[in-house]
């Protein structure tokens, strides 16, 4: 009777515990929250990235389950910068900016989206009372303080009374 050969193996590499990103098993909390990522549109990547797994295991434990599909008129989510930039319009015809002024608010926008991570621009897509909320605290406040003091530059009346 034949025997078998032991099968030759490579050097085991030990991997440090801080370098490990998951250290155990999927549980059903985190197939549920796999699942319903997926179900809002993530791709595999983001949620093996996100809940620190990898892409395989989020493949075959949402295997089956396709992102919904949303009706092109359904305002569910919205593209943050074009939806930016027709309230900076807006702005712009109430308060009579110039084309220049204009241009202040719409760098002054696509610079702070540029820097916000992906989850804070998905917030921001779904919540319209939080776009509001990101419109008045983080775009308008310093692109109207360069908007004056072009116009204090240029000798022309502000925006707004300097105390």
């Known amino acids: 009777m034949p025997t078998k050969s032991p099968k030759k193996r490579g050097k085991a590499v030990a991997v440090p515990p801080q370098a490990r990103r998951h250290v155990g098993r999927v549980n059903q909390k985190m197939i549920d929250q796999m699942v319903r990522m997926r179900r809002e549109g ?6 093996a990235r996100r809940l ?3 892409e395989r295991t989020v493949r075959r434990h949402t295997e089956g389950v396709a992102p919904q599909l949303v009706h092109a008129a359904d305002e569910t989510r919205v593209d943050l910068l074009k939806w930016g ?3 900076m319009r807006a702005i ?3 308060w009579h900016l110039t084309v220049t002024e204009l241009d202040i608010c719409m760098k002054r ?7 916000l991570d992906d989850m804070t621009i998905e917030q921001l897509e779904r919540d319209p009372q939080l776009r509001v909320q990101f419109l008045k605290h983080e775009i308008w406040p310093p ?3 360069k908007i004056d003091d ?3 530059n240029q000798d022309l009346p502000t925006t707004f009374s300097r105390g």
Request: hydrophobic fraction near 45%; avoid cysteine.
């Open 42 to 47: 993530f791709t595999h990547a983001d949620i």
């Open 52 to 54: 620190g797994a990898s």
């Open 85 to 87: 930039a027709l309230q």
């Open 92 to 94: 712009q015809q109430r």
């Open 109 to 115: 926008l696509r610079t702070v989206v540029s820097e």
């Open 143 to 145: 692109a109207l303080e």
């Open 150 to 152: 072009l116009r204090l």
